[in-house]
Nanobody, 124 residues
Framework: QVQLVESGGGLVQAGGSLRLSCAAS????????GAWFRQAPGKEREFVAL????????YYADSAKGRFTISRDNAKNTMYLQMNSLNVEDTAVYYC?????????????????WGQGTQVTVSS
């Protein structure tokens, strides 16, 4: 079992930055693929970024490429999402997720473990 808790959300002006953290408990976190998803008001939850268990591979949604960076520190059981050049369209609840094994997936239903979400609001 893996439990996930996000932090770092808040209110930021357009063009600003935030770093989200996802703290994991459970000894198997280091052998999971981690990901961030987000859900904007009135929209379905969507994939943002993923990172393989070793941190060797990362993948991003087109909306995140060049602005967001996903990383992880398995020694600290923590995953991060650095978000730069934020715009109002990035306003959403951000969720971290994890799935056992080394295979990445963009599909929400492939992830077994989920955090409760953290709100990110970008003002114009």
């Amino acid at each position: 079992q893996v439990q996930l808790v996000e932090s770092g959300g808040g209110l930021v002006q357009a063009g600003g930055s935030l770093r989200l953290s996802c703290a994991a408990s459970g000894r198997s976190f280091s052998v999971t693929t981690g990901a961030w998803f987000r859900q904007a008001p009135g929209k379905e939850r969507e994939f943002v970024a993923l990172i393989t268990w070793s941190g060797g591979r990362t993948y991003y949604a087109d909306s995140a490429k060049g602005r967001f960076t996903i990383s992880r520190d398995n020694a600290k059981n923590t995953m991060y999402l650095q978000m730069n050049s934020l715009n109002v369209e990035d306003t959403a609840v951000y969720y971290c997720a994890a799935r056992p094994g080394a295979t990445g997936s963009y599909v929400e239903s492939d992830y077994v473990y989920w955090g409760q979400g953290t709100q990110v609001t970008v003002s114009s």
